[in-house]
């Protein structure tokens, strides 16, 4: 049924992919009417997350940011399809790399330095990683999870390595890792989803006591690449800008808990900066600590 389902959905998917900017964005208006006032969609946990976030906000404040968030979410789903089909010089256009960006990794790659890029589910996450891979010398690998149903996963990969891009699953990352010690690449992570609590650090992040994946720090204390947070800031719908800075040149030099802080406050100030490009809808505060949190435990956990 499931295989049934896919195919049906393809040609629709792929019509929408092909569509005109201005098309695409009145269609995104009537997704958004839909999913916001008819169906609310997860509007609850969104509530709720931006009222815990934002304490010193009004309700009106807050509901403001919830109506941009939906309509910026709406935007986002159609425009990842529009990745199927969208031209180099389009995709540059709509997602640029700040010169300044570009000229950080082409400094990193004549210095002959794989790095670690760690980002956040913030603005457009899946158009930033095909600018990297269009206008930046390494080699782009993307940490990411496979979908259960083998045909949409399909569907996913072909979007995200039409540029150039390749993947490596969540579970193989540190091995595939070591594999390409001899290849100058950079590695995306992207380290604000909810771990098991049991095996996260646990920071204070948008005012929650928060679990964060340790796995980046983990791996860039072994490989000790320079540790990159991105960011893909939204400029006017439809245009996203992507910078980039070194938070850690030498992270195995760094004390316990530190590459994790640091790059969860960076994310902290781009979703301050601009809080309805931030993925609003995931239940990221789902999982509790037993235990009360004391300063020493929320650095070095």
């Known amino acids: 049924m499931s295989i049934i389902l896919y195919y049906l959905l393809l040609p629709v998917v792929y019509f929408i992919s092909i569509l005109p900017f201005p098309v695409l964005y009145l269609l995104s208006d009537v997704f958004f009417v839909l999913l916001y006032y008819v169906v609310g969609y997860r509007k609850k946990v969104v509530r709720e997350n931006l ?36 031209s180099k010089a389009s995709m540059l256009r709509h997602c640029s790399v700040a010169p300044e960006t570009v000229e950080l990794f082409k400094r990193l790659h004549a210095e002959g330095r794989s790095i670690i890029l760690v980002m956040g589910h913030y603005g457009n996450w899946e158009w930033g990683g095909n600018s990297f891979s269009l206008l930046c010398p390494q080699q782009l690998y993307v940490v990411y999870h496979p979908l259960a149903n083998k045909h949409y996963d399909g569907l996913m990969y072909r979007m995200r390595t039409r540029f150039g891009t390749k993947l490596i699953p969540m579970q193989e990352t540190f091995r595939e890792m070591v594999k390409l010690r001899g290849e100058i690449n950079a590695t995306a992570l992207i380290a604000d989803q909810s771990p098991r609590p049991d ?41 996203y800008t992507v910078t980039a800075e070194v938070l850690l040149d030498k992270p195995a030099t760094a004390a316990p808990g530190q590459i994790t802080e640091i790059h969860t406050r960076r994310l902290e100030a781009d979703i301050i900066r601009q809080p309805a490009t931030w993925l609003w809808s995931h239940r990221r505060w789902k999982h509790k600590r037993i235990n009360t949190p004391t300063p020493t435990e929320t650095a070095t956990a």
């Open 51 to 86: 009222a815990n976030s934002f304490p010193g906000k009004s309700e009106q404040e807050i509901e403001v940011i919830c109506r941009d968030y939906y309509r910026y979410f709406c935007d986002l789903f159609l425009e990842t399809f529009k990745t199927l089909t969208i």
């Open 199 to 239: 095996t996260a650090q646990w920071v204070n992040f948008l005012n929650q006591d928060t679990p964060v994946f340790t796995g980046t720090e983990r791996i860039a204390s072994k490989m000790n690449y320079p540790v990159v947070y991105v960011s893909v800031s939204r400029v006017k719908r439809g245009y």
